[in-house]
Each structure stands twice: as C-alpha cells, then as structure tokens.
C-alpha cells in the first residue's frame, strides 16, 4: 500500500514513512526482549522493572547476560515444597491430605477437628490479626 505511493511528489513523505516503520521495528526489536527479560527476573524472583530498564538502557544482549551470570532468588524446590507439607497432614477417615487448619474434609466430607496452624504463634507475637476494613 505505501510502497506503491512512492512516486516523485510523495518521495519525501515516504522517506519519513520508512523512517517512521524503521524506527518502530527498531524499538519492537528493543522493547520485546526488555519485556521478555523482565519477565524473566520476575520468574527468577527479581525486579521486573530494573531488569527491564536495564535491557532498555544498555541492550537485549546485556541484560539477557547479566540475567544469565546471577542465580535465582527464589527458594529450591525442595524447600518449597517442605513449606507447602507443613501445611497439609492426612485425613484420619479417607487418608487424602487435607489442609491444616481444614474444619472439613473436601474428599470424604467427615467432620474434623481443626489443629492449631503454625501461623497461629506468629499471629500471638504480633498481636491479634483483625480483619482490615
Ligand atoms: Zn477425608
């Protein structure tokens, strides 16, 4: 459509157009990957946004190594899943793990008498959680 409109009297105005088409390509080219990297740092549990930045002002292949070259923050996969353990124990009836704090079973639907959850010490500590209005 534009390529066919470049005669002589529109040749500047197609000019600027290609100029215009490149300049987007360009930023296309910079912005997804800062986008896609800070995506990234997010899953490795970093900043979003100084990741992003990052790829913006220096560049995709910059902050794609720096993003490489640094660890995850993020826990192991074993310690999260001792932590999602601690939160669950077994149904006395069905044997299916139910949480905690669970007052019903979801499997079986018997009646349970809910343990004490392990946030309930940090609750005492800090005071009475009460509901925020
Ligand atoms: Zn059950």
């Given at each position: 459509m534009s390529r066919s409109a470049c005669t002589v009297a529109t040749l500047r105005q197609c000019r600027r157009r290609k100029l215009v088409e490149l300049l987007l390509l360009l930023v296309l080219l910079w912005l997804l990957p800062a986008f896609f990297i800070g995506w990234i740092a997010g899953q490795k549990g970093r900043s979003r946004i100084f990741y992003f930045l990052l790829t913006v002002f220096l560049s995709p292949l910059v902050g794609l190594l720096v993003l490489i070259a640094l660890p995850s923050r993020l826990p192991p996969p074993q310690a999260a899943s001792i932590a999602r353990n601690r939160r669950v124990r077994p149904c006395p009836r069905c044997a299916e793990e139910i949480l905690l704090?669970?007052?019903?079973?979801?499997?079986?639907g018997s009646e349970l008498a809910p343990l004490p959850a392990p946030g309930v010490a940090k609750s005492l500590f800090w005071g009475p959680v009460t509901p925020k209005r």
């Amino acid at each position: 459509m534009s390529r066919s409109a470049c005669t002589v009297a529109t040749l500047r105005q197609c000019r600027r157009r290609k100029l215009v088409e490149l300049l987007l390509l360009l930023v296309l080219l910079w912005l997804l990957p800062a986008f896609f990297i800070g995506w990234i740092a997010g899953q490795k549990g970093r900043s979003r946004i100084f990741y992003f930045l990052l790829t913006v002002f220096l560049s995709p292949l910059v902050g794609l190594l720096v993003l490489i070259a640094l660890p995850s923050r993020l826990p192991p996969p074993q310690a999260a899943s001792i932590a999602r353990n601690r939160r669950v124990r077994p149904c006395p009836r069905c044997a299916e793990e139910i949480l905690l704090e669970a007052a019903k079973c979801k499997h079986c639907g018997s009646e349970l008498a809910p343990l004490p959850a392990p946030g309930v010490a940090k609750s005492l500590f800090w005071g009475p959680v009460t509901p925020k209005r």
